[in-house]
């Protein structure tokens, strides 16, 4: 038998009445932040940046596309990757079709990340992906926006991420099991997959020059993960106690077989 509440329909409506308060008030909280996030002053961009993309090499402003806004994804795919990051590869199997709906609403939405431009496209055909994916491996676009960093960063420095200093140490060649985990589906050893971050940043182009307006680390992104928001919906909610469960969305069917 259940361990659960069990209760009639009006018991269960009337708790249902006082969560939609609770839910509306949330809506508001979140409706201030996002005003929030358009009131940040804007900081010029003033480096000139050149992305590999399908087409060729593209500048930062050419990834506009002819629209005043741009929004990039930092998609965890190191050089040495052989796969994309699985987080980041379920976050982006939504970007398909919001990208279509940006792109008509005068915002480019944009994958970028440091491996080669074949290897970034090869792996979007495996998914089953159309959205645009530049290279910024021979750029310091990603160390700037600090989603990637060194080894000799993190053994003698430190890093910022997620706008806090974490300090110097001396790296765990192992990780734990989650880290190797999600390192092992990206082909690569823990410390290898740790020197790229998740991220996303936010431009605007204004009278010929472009400017920096929002970035966004860690679980910052939640927001633009779509599987999160049904699963909080869900009556087991995300179900996480154990850590990361999900796979490349091609390879559960291999898991099934297996099990």
């Not at 089953?128 to 993190?154: I, K």
Request: some cysteine.
């Amino acid at each position: 038998m259940t361990s659960h509440a069990i209760g009639t329909r009006e018991e269960w409506l009337a708790a249902r009445l006082k969560l939609l308060e609770a839910e509306k008030a949330y809506t508001r909280q979140g409706d201030a932040l996002a005003e929030r996030r358009q009131a940040l002053p804007w900081v010029k961009v003033e480096k000139d940046y050149v992305f590999q993309t399908e087409q060729g090499d593209a500048s930062l402003a050419e990834l506009f596309q002819g629209r005043s806004q741009l929004l990039v994804y930092h998609f965890m795919f190191g050089p040495d990757y052989k796969a994309g990051c699985p987080s980041c590869s379920a976050i982006a199997d939504g970007f398909n079709g919001s990208a279509t709906h940006l792109a008509n609403h005068d915002v480019m939405l944009w994958a970028v990340s440091r491996a080669p431009i074949d290897k970034l496209l090869a792996f979007r055909e495996r998914m089953g992906w159309s959205f645009p994916w530049a290279s910024s491996g021979e750029s310091d676009f990603n160390f700037d926006y600090n989603v990637s960093f060194t080894e000799m960063q993190e053994r003698t420095q430190g890093i910022d991420y997620n706008f806090r200093h974490q300090p110097k140490f001396e790296w765990r060649t192992d990780g734990n099991a989650i880290e190797r985990s999600l390192a092992g589906m990206s082909g690569v050893d823990v410390p290898t997959y740790h020197r790229d971050r998740p991220g996303l940043s936010a431009f605007i182009r204004e009278d010929g020059a472009i400017y920096h307006t929002y970035s966004s680390y860690s679980r910052g992104v939640d927001g633009v993960w779509g599987m999160y928001a049904w699963l909080d919906r869900a009556p087991k909610g995300r179900n996480e106690a154990e850590g990361p469960w999900w796979l490349h969305r091609d390879r559960y069917a291999a898991r099934q077989a297996v099990s």
